[in-house]
């Protein structure tokens, strides 16, 4: 995890829209079943997910695994209850926030601890010393962040240094369609040794190339529950960027690989990414999913890659945005 000394999962699998809401307890435990089958080691979750059922799910999935053999990584910033203070980056509600994410995750500690968005109504000093109250305390070993833009990563490194903790990783939208820490966020996490930890890889399942342009989405698909992120996907559903996706389906049988795996494959060919996130709800997804580690591109693949959904292609490193006010 980028120039720390944590190891990770080249495929990482992570419950946002899946577990506690989209897929039942069951499912979800086959889920995790599969990604440990498969070699994944490292989870991803965040207490605001299916309103912090999610974490729950999780802890009890990973319930008897070696808990040494395992890296798993929570959030804090989104609302976790009605209270005025159940939010955002104060120390009070990192505090608090860390013993709920133990408590349902059912571990002493998580690997990973990450501030979920920025927070522009606390100030930086306190959100970082309450970090390394954590950190120092046992309750987590590094700290991350989320869709944090290139200077206020610069700003927090020089405090987790001042305050001699390990701030190792950015967890970023990425895929061939979302670019935007190209710019800014990637260079500046190469110069200061973090890891990029990306989300979404397949653009919402749309580089899945299921969606058709011209055809209403695939009854019981992710654009057609609400509760799976319906809204997520919907800039995606484009017919533009829908032909565009299509044009990409010979290049993926040419190398061998179906569109889930060259999308994820994609990602993972940027040396400052650690490792890509992938949800499911099915155990087959994962074990299609995991195929893409130690995948390698070759550069006129890239190249043809970029020909195509260059057109339809986000790259404004402004895209990334935390909430102008807390929420």
Same mark, same amino acid.
């Given at each position: 995890?980028?120039?720390?000394?944590?190891?990770?999962?080249?495929?990482?699998?992570?419950?946002?829209?899946?577990?506690?809401?989209?897929?039942?307890?069951?499912?979800?435990?086959?889920?995790?079943?599969?990604?440990?089958?498969?070699?994944?080691?490292?989870?991803?979750?965040?207490?605001?997910?299916?309103?912090?059922?999610?974490?729950?799910?999780?802890?009890?999935?990973?319930?008897?695994?070696?808990?040494?053999?395992?890296?798993?990584?929570?959030?804090?910033?989104?609302?976790?209850?009605?209270?005025?203070?159940?939010?955002?980056?104060?120390?009070?509600?990192?505090?608090?926030?860390?013993?709920?994410?133990?408590?349902?995750?059912?571990?002493?500690?998580?690997?990973?601890?990450?501030?979920?968005?920025?927070?522009?109504?606390?100030?930086?000093?306190?959100?970082?010393?309450?970090?390394?109250?954590?950190?120092?305390?046992?309750?987590?070993?590094?700290?991350?962040?989320?869709?944090?833009?290139?200077?206020?990563?610069?700003?927090?490194?020089?405090?987790?240094?001042?305050?001699?903790?390990?701030?190792? #990783?950015?967890?970023?939208?990425?895929?061939? *369609?979302?670019?935007? /820490?190209?710019?800014? !966020?990637? @260079?500046?996490? %190469?110069?200061?040794?973090?890891?990029?930890?990306?989300?979404?890889?397949?653009?919402?399942?749309?580089?899945?190339?299921?969606?058709?342009?011209?055809?209403?989405?695939?009854?019981?698909?992710?654009?057609?529950?609400?509760?799976?992120?319906?809204?997520?996907?919907?800039?995606?559903?484009?017919?533009?960027?829908?032909?565009?996706?299509?044009?990409?389906?010979?290049?993926?049988?040419?190398?061998?690989?179906?569109?889930?795996?060259?999308?994820?494959?994609?990602?993972?060919?940027?040396?400052?990414?650690?490792?890509?996130?992938?949800?499911?709800?099915?155990?087959?997804?994962?074990?299609?999913?995991?195929?893409? #580690?130690?995948?390698?591109?070759?550069?006129? *693949?890239?190249?043809? /890659?970029?020909?195509? !959904?260059? @057109?339809?292609? %986000?790259?404004?490193?402004?895209?990334?945005?935390?909430?102008?006010?807390?929420?």
């Amino acid at each position: 995890m980028g120039r720390s000394g944590m190891l990770v999962s080249e495929i990482s699998y992570g419950n946002w829209i899946t577990h506690g809401s989209q897929v039942e307890e069951d499912a979800a435990d086959a889920c995790v079943r599969a990604a440990l089958d498969s070699g994944i080691t490292t989870f991803d979750t965040a207490d605001v997910y299916a309103g912090t059922r999610a974490e729950s799910v999780l802890g009890r999935a990973l319930k008897g695994e070696r808990r040494e053999g395992l890296e798993i990584f929570t959030k804090v910033f989104w609302p976790t209850g009605s209270g005025r203070n159940d939010r955002g980056l104060s120390r009070k509600h990192i505090m608090e926030s860390i013993n709920g994410s133990l408590q349902r995750l059912q571990t002493d500690y998580v690997d990973l601890y990450q501030a979920h968005r920025y927070d522009y109504a606390t100030p930086l000093e306190e959100t970082m010393v309450a970090f390394a109250d954590i950190v120092h305390s046992g309750k987590a070993h590094y700290i991350g962040v989320s869709e944090w833009k290139a200077s206020e990563i610069r700003a927090a490194h020089a405090l987790a240094t001042e305050l001699k903790i390990s701030l190792v #990783s950015s967890q970023p939208q990425y895929s061939m *369609l979302w670019r935007v /820490i190209e710019a800014e !966020v990637v @260079p500046t996490c %190469e110069e200061l040794g973090l890891g990029q930890i990306v989300w979404s890889p397949m653009a919402q399942g749309v580089l899945s190339g299921k969606y058709l342009p011209g055809q209403p989405p695939p009854a019981g698909s992710r654009a057609t529950d609400e509760k799976s992120g319906a809204g997520f996907i919907a800039r995606w559903l484009d017919d533009d960027v829908l032909t565009r996706v299509q044009q990409l389906k010979p290049l993926a049988a040419d190398a061998g690989l179906t569109m889930a795996q060259l999308a994820v494959a994609w990602v993972l060919q940027n040396p400052n990414v650690s490792s890509a996130i992938v949800g499911a709800t099915r155990p087959e997804q994962v074990y299609d999913n995991v195929k893409a #580690s130690g995948v390698k591109l070759d550069a006129d *693949l890239m190249k043809a /890659i970029d020909e195509i !959904v260059e @057109p339809v292609t %986000e790259r404004d490193p402004g895209k990334t945005q935390s909430p102008d006010e807390r929420p």
